[in-house]
Each structure stands twice: as structure tokens, then as C-alpha cells.
């Protein structure tokens, strides 16, 4: 939605409206509710909006005529700028695509898992406590790939890496040790992604 149009700019209000109730209550509610969620009086409104959600893609009908989010409810725009780590520039804030998190991070989904990230032996690694890490479950894996790996029955996070022609786990931490297995080793699954939350 980025007509500048003023019905648009509303019916952008709106969704932004149903999204964060629907983040709270994960449910569309009824029109009665709505119309507190939109700030309207008339339900014939609320059904007027949902009506042009619907055509604009973010909603759509079940069988038996219940409004739920399809997949563009839950994108979120990309400004068209990307913004520099290094000396300042100017940064258009406009819009571009929009992305889904989820599909954005997940390739495989039933192949994926989210971990919490414990300690800071991966923090040259950008990968700091409390952390969730996105892993695809698979048992193979290419050395400097960062791994959740499973020595003699603990698991780890850690890059995998090649030493004498056998695999080692090493941290991303100078004040951890090099992790050489004696015994078994079996890759649990490779990080795809990293979720961290500021506040």
C-alpha cells in the first residue's frame, strides 16, 4: 500500500491497525470489535474495509466466510535505502519490497529449528547470549560453516572447521579453547540466520 491516495493512506492505517491486534490475539475479530480496532462507528465500514484488505491482498475468506491473513498480512516493507555501517550518508526512507521474516530466514521449514544461544563463545562471530539462531537440521556440513553440533552427547555452537585433516569446533572467543573431538561428533544443523531483538 504506498498510493498516496487518501483513501490508501487510511486503509494503510487500518491494516497497520488489524496487524498489531492480530499480534496481540493472533485473530481477526468481529465487526463490532473492529470497529473499536479502526476508531469507526458504522460495522457496514468495517466490512467496506475488510472488503478492500481483501482485494488488496492482505486478507482472505475461509470456506465458511472467516476473514483470515494471507502471506502479504505479514510483510514488512524494506526501505528502497540500505544503511551504511561505516560514514554517514543520506538514507531515503521511502519504501521498496516488502519481505516476510519468516520466509526471508526460512528456506525449509520443516527442516528448521530456533535455539536460544547461551554464553559468548561466538561473539567475534557476531553471535552474543540470548540470541535465537535459525537452524536448518541436516548431519552435513562444509568446513567454516557455524554449526549446532553434538559431542559425545552435548550440544554446541560453533564453527566447524578442518585440522589435520580431521574436524575440529572452533569458537569464535580467543578466550575459549579449540574443541577437538576424541570421541563421537554428528552435526545437528547449520545456522541460516540470527534473530536479535534490542529492546
Given at each position: ?84 555501517a561505516g560514514m554517514p550518508v543520506t538514507v531515503h526512507a521511502t519504501q521498496g519490497e516488502y519481505y516476510v521474516?519468516?520466509e526471508m530466514l526460512i528456506e525449509n521449514p520443516s527442516r528448521t529449528t530456533l535455539i536460544t544461544v547461551k ?38 555452537l560453533k564453527t566447524l572447521d578442518k585440522e589435520r585433516g580431521k574436524f575440529i569446533l572452533r569458537p569464535q ?27
Amino acid at each position: 500500500m504506498t498510493d498516496s491516495h487518501p483513501s490508501a493512506q487510511r486503509d494503510a492505517e487500518y491494516l497497520a491497525r488489524l496487524q498489531d491486534y492480530y499480534s496481540d490475539w493472533k485473530s481477526i475479530p468481529s465487526y463490532a470489535a473492529l470497529c473499536d480496532v479502526f476508531r469507526i462507528a458504522s460495522k457496514s465500514w468495517v466490512k467496506a474495509i475488510l472488503d478492500r484488505l481483501g482485494e488488496a491482498g492482505f486478507l482472505e475468506r475461509t470456506p465458511d466466510g472467516m476473514w483470515i491473513p494471507t502471506r502479504e498480512f505479514f510483510a514488512r516493507p524494506l526501505a528502497e535505502s540500505a544503511v551504511p555501517a561505516g560514514m554517514p550518508v543520506t538514507v531515503h526512507a521511502t519504501q521498496g519490497e516488502y519481505y516476510v521474516l519468516d520466509e526471508m530466514l526460512i528456506e525449509n521449514p520443516s527442516r528448521t529449528t530456533l535455539i536460544t544461544v547461551k554464553g559468548d563463545s561466538m561473539v567475534d562471530a557476531g553471535i552474543h547470549d540470548g540470541d535465537v539462531a535459525v537452524v536448518e537440521k541436516r548431519n552435513l556440513a562444509n568446513a567454516g560453516d557455524i554449526v549446532v553440533a553434538i559431542v559425545d552427547g552435548e550440544f554446541t555452537l560453533k564453527t566447524l572447521d578442518k585440522e589435520r585433516g580431521k574436524f575440529i569446533l572452533r569458537p569464535q572467543n580467543p578466550a575459549y579453547p579449540v574443541i577437538r573431538p576424541q570421541g563421537s561428533l554428528e552435526i545437528f544443523g547449520v545456522l541460516v540466520g540470527l534473530v536479535r531483538k534490542y529492546r
